[in-house]
Antibody, heavy 116, light 108 residues
Framework: EVQLLESGGGLVQPGGSQRLSCVASGLTFGSYAMSWVRQAPGKGLEWVSAISDSGGKIYYADSVKGRFTISRDNSKNTLYLQMNGLRADDTAIYYC?????????WGQGTLVTVSS | EIVMTQSPATLSVSPGERATLSCRASQSVSSNLAWYQQKPGQAPRLLIY???TRATGIPARFSGSGSGTEFTLTISSLQSEDFAFYYCQQYNNWPPGTFGQGTKVEMK
């Protein structure tokens, strides 16, 4: 059974930074692209970023480009999202998901709140 | 960026009835269309991909149809556990894969 466990969420001030982690189990992590999808409170779903299986190809939504950095450590079965220059509209639950385009496996999500 | 529009925003249905949810794309997405179900406090769950292929473990009462820009998710006989939010997603023009704003299926 695939399990994805996010951590690193919390309260951060506008302009601040936060790093999210996602530990994967039940799959050959290094064989799959991974993505982050977020959901603002009471709102719909928004794709944030994706990374290829090797980490050689990286993609970002325009809304986070230049501020967020996705990375992975296949030796640790872990996906990361470094978020800098956080804004109030980045407040959301951030989900770690398996694959690049269609998401069969989701983590439980970690809430990031950007507020002073 | 392709815009996905779902209708209606809220659908009131009695248990045992059929529910029909619509999703329209601002331009053709071919057959690269998925549906997700989300219950309060839970992560989304993949129901259907490729317009009509059910994901692992999804009951046969869920079916998808359509092509190009017009798509439908049908729940043939609504069960109590089906009351939830539903989102369509296109992945034809990726990135980004864009989601619709969602349809809430509530008990009538």
């Amino acid at each position: 059974e695939v399990q994805l466990l996010e951590s690193g969420g919390g309260l951060v001030q506008p302009g601040g930074s936060q790093r999210l982690s996602c530990v994967a189990s039940g799959l050959t992590f290094g064989s799959y692209a991974m993505s982050w999808v977020r959901q603002a409170p009471g709102k719909g779903l928004e794709w944030v970023s994706a990374i290829s299986d090797s980490g050689g190809k990286i993609y970002y939504a325009d809304s986070v480009k230049g501020r967020f950095t996705i990375s992975r450590d296949n030796s640790k079965n872990t996906l990361y999202l470094q978020m800098n220059g956080l804004r109030a509209d980045d407040t959301a639950i951030y989900y770690c998901v398996k694959d690049r385009m269609v998401y069969e496996n989701w983590g439980q999500g970690t809430l990031v709140t950007v507020s002073s | 960026e392709i815009v996905m529009t779902q209708s209606p925003a809220t659908l009131s249905v009695s248990p045992g009835e059929r529910a029909t949810l619509s999703c329209r794309a601002s331009q053709s997405v071919s057959s690269n269309l998925a549906w997700y179900q989300q219950k309060p406090g839970q992560a989304p769950r993949l129901l259907i991909y490729g317009v009509s292929t059910r994901a692992t473990g999804i009951p046969a009462r869920f079916s998808g149809s359509g092509s190009g820009t017009e798509f439908t998710l049908t729940i043939s006989s609504l069960q109590s556990e089906d009351f939830a939010f539903y989102y369509c997603q296109q992945y034809n023009n990726w990135p980004p894969g864009t989601f619709g704003q969602g349809t809430k299926v509530e008990m009538k």
